[in-house]
Structure formats: C-alpha cells, structure tokens
C-alpha cells in the first residue's frame, strides 16, 4: 500500500528532489499505518482499497503542501475533488476533510485527521 500511496502522490505533485521522496517515503508509511489502525477490526486498507489509496494519498499532499514552502496545492483537481486558490492552509484542510469523509464508513469510530 505505501508504495502505491507513493505512486499516486508523485503523480499528483511531483517529487524532483531525492530528499523529498526520501522525506514521502516516510510521510507515507506513517500515514498508511495511521490510517490502517483506525479502520475497524473486520477491515483491512485491501478490502476498501480505492477509498484508502484516494484518503491516504490527499492526507499525505496535505501534510506535504503544510511543510513545504515550494509546494503549491492551490489548484489541483484529484476525480471529483477540486482543491481552489486559497491559502495554503485552506487547500491542506480541504484535503484533510475530503480523505477523513471517503474513510468515514470504514472507520472504527469517527476520527478526524489532526496531522503527522
């Protein structure tokens, strides 16, 4: 799963500098074990594959986009999300909120993303 979480991320944004996939590689490996915890016990991140890549995918472009000043997420479109100019603060929460709503019915309760 992190190496398609990966995958989907650099498509999405790109990664040209080898310390960045370096510091994605960990963002998303402790995003997918998050997020792997919080599904309920019957569940594995396989048996809601799509919605957990889509969810993890944005969490970690969320707290990449918060990190790094270079990033600019102000206007990406990922299927039927559209992430509009606005702060960076704005887009990074948008993301946030989009992913914890795809997961929500997957959940073990109703958690929401504070951040890594």
């Known amino acids: 799963m992190i190496g398609l979480v990966m995958d989907q991320v650099v498509r999405i944004a790109g990664a040209n500098d080898p310390r960045q996939e ?47 000043d270079n990033m600019n997420l102000q206007h990406i479109q990922v299927g039927d999300l559209m992430v509009k100019p606005g702060s960076r603060g704005s887009a990074a929460r948008c993301m946030r909120e989009h992913a914890a709503r795809l997961l929500r019915p997957y959940c073990a309760d109703n958690f929401s993303f504070l951040g890594v």
Do not use: G
Not at 23 to 32: H, K, R, Y
Not at 48 to 63: E, G, I, M, N
């Open 22 to 68: 370096v510091f994605l590689q960990l963002l998303c490996q402790a995003v997918v074990s998050e997020l792997t915890e919080k599904l309920r016990a019957d569940l594995k991140p396989e048996d809601c594959r799509a919605q957990f890549l889509t969810a993890a995918s944005l969490y970690v472009l969320a707290a990449w986009a918060e990190t790094d």
